[in-house]
C-alpha cells in the first residue's frame, strides 16, 4: 500500500473514527432509541474492513492496461461486500437465537451505504483522472 491510497483511504478512515466515537460516547442515546451498542461497533468494524479491502482490490485494477479489469473489479467488490456482510448477519442471527436488534441491523444498513458511497465515489473521481478511461 503506497502513500496515494493511504490519503485516498483518508475519508473512510475519519469517517470510521468519527463513528466509532460517536457509538462508544454515545451509549445512553443508543440505548435509549433500543439498539445494541456492540452489535453497531463490530458492524462498523467489519463494514471499515471490507470497504478498505475492496477500495484497494479495485484501486489495484485502475492501474491496469484493461479497461475491462475495473468492472471486474467493482464487481467483485461487490461480491465480497454482499458476502461478507450475509455471513456475518447469519453469524449474529444464529448467535442470538433469533433475538436479533432490528435498530442496530438497520444502522448497520445504513453504514453499508455510506462506506459505499464514499469508495464509489473516489473511485469514480480517481476514473475521471485516468486519462484512457
Partial sequence: MNRNSL???RPMLLVFILLNVFLITARQLIVKKG????VLVVGNLLLFVVSVVTFLITYRSLQSSNPNSFV???YGGFIIKF???AIAAFIYIMITNKNVNKPALIACMLLYVVYTFIEVKTLLGLLKQKKNA
Fill in 7 to 9: 490519503q485516498l483511504l
Fill in 83 to 85: 458476502f461478507a456482510v
Fill in 35 to 38: 439498539a445494541d451498542q456492540e
Fill in 72 to 74: 471486474r473489479a467493482m
